[in-house]
């Protein structure tokens, strides 16, 4: 069975930091590239940022960037977000996605989210 599991949410104060983790299971975790979404309520899913296979390259959304930082450890099938200097347009639930492409298939996991709360 192919598992993606987020953890590392919580409330936190503006200005504050949190990590979070993607831990795979049930799949090749290095043949994926992944990618942190967002969502809050009454919101559009956003792409927060992506890292390739190896680490190797890094994009990140406007809304974030300079404020957050995404690795991977292939060797323990984890892939992090790290979060600092939060706003309170940073609170959502945060899903992890690993996704492939080979010629014209492509394959795709969600993890099932973790709640972030931004608040005094």
């Known amino acids: 069975q192919v598992h993606l599991v987020e953890s590392g949410g919580g409330l936190v104060q503006p200005g504050g930091s949190l990590r979070l983790s993607c831990t795979a299971s049930?799949?090749?975790?290095?043949?994926?590239?992944l990618y942190w979404h967002r969502q809050a309520p009454g919101k559009e899913r956003e792409l927060v940022a992506t890292i390739t296979r190896y680490g190797g390259s890094t994009v990140y959304a406007d809304s974030v960037k300079g404020r957050f930082t995404i690795s991977r450890d292939n060797a323990k099938n984890t892939a992090y977000l790290q979060m600092n200097y939060l706003k309170p347009d940073d609170a959502a639930v945060y899903s992890c996605?690993?996704?492939?492409?080979?010629?014209?298939?492509?394959?795709?996991?969600w993890g099932q989210g973790t709640q972030v709360t931004v608040s005094s």
């Open positions: 996605q690993a996704r492939r492409v080979l010629g014209q298939e492509a394959n795709s996991y």
């Open positions: 049930g799949f090749t975790f290095e043949n994926y590239n």
